[in-house]
């Protein structure tokens, strides 16, 4: 049997429901480990999380056979099903409707990895880069 060699790396934004600023700290943890647990099913890797109060972005390779969408809205309705009603039921979690997914190149991964993982300091100094915020 033959095989498939492949490289896909997405960078993925989704918020909140209406921006409400809903993930604190102790959620956030709550939240990537979520994340992470749903990717792994899939066979594929969370590469960086980060996240603000009213948002997310994750770098993934995913597995040749996954569909962005489709992990996407796995994800987003496992992780607020079980944010909103086991963890945090007295939340209001949910998420809004949608998401941005943009394709990236190997080179720009190590750089895009640490706009991600330092998502609240880029947002608290007004140091963000619009082509890596897009969300619908």
Partial sequence: MG?????LYYHLVWSTYRRHELINVEMEQDLKRLIQDKIIEHKSELLSFGCTTDHVHLLVRLHL??????IV???K???????ANRIYPDSGFRWQGGFGALSVSEKDLPRLAQYI???K???????IDQKWEKIS
């Fill in 73 to 75: 809205g796995e994800i």
């Fill in 3 to 7: 095989s498939s060699y492949h490289q």
């Fill in 121 to 127: 300091d880029h947002h608290c100094q007004n140091d």
């Fill in 117 to 119: 993982k330092n998502q």
């Fill in 65 to 70: 056979a996954v569909c962005v969408s489709g």
């Fill in 77 to 83: 309705g496992y992780s607020s099903y079980v944010l």
